[in-house]
């Protein structure tokens, strides 16, 4: 069973740029597409940015240009570098996983297998 744990959230600055991580453990990720979910107070959950196994990355346009998703396939660890954080960035952020790389289908919720349980992140202003 995959297990995947965030780190990296709390308090932030509106403007701040911290940097979450998600290790992996439990199985092999090999060939398999990692990505950030997020959910806000009172909101849906939705994709924010995912990467394949060799680098492609793939964001939301809500993100674009601020975050920048990462990962070292030796240390089995996925990064999220968020910079100029703004208040409605503030959300629990969930470190997914799944075993194929149909870019048609990363920003939907029910195709990713593997879900950690989750950092929130809060923006003050």
């Known amino acids: 069973q995959a297990q995947l744990v965030e780190s990296g959230g709390g308090l932030v600055q509106a403007g701040g740029s911290p940097r979450l991580s998600c290790a992996a453990s439990?199985?092999?990720?090999?060939?398999?597409?990692m990505g950030w979910f997020r959910q806000a107070p009172g909101k849906e959950r939705e994709f924010t940015s995912a990467?394949?196994?060799?680098?492609?990355?793939y964001y939301a346009d809500f993100v674009k240009g601020r975050f920048t998703i990462s990962r070292d396939n030796a240390k089995n660890t996925l990064y999220l570098q968020m910079n100029n954080l703004k208040p409605e960035d503030t959300a629990v952020y969930y470190c997914v996983a799944r075993p194929d790389s149909d870019p048609y289908t990363i920003a939907t919720m029910t195709s990713w297998n593997s879900w950690g349980k989750g950092t929130l992140v809060t923006v003050s202003s």
């Open positions: 439990g199985r092999t990720f090999t060939g398999y597409t």
């Open positions: 990467i394949n196994w060799i680098g492609s990355q």
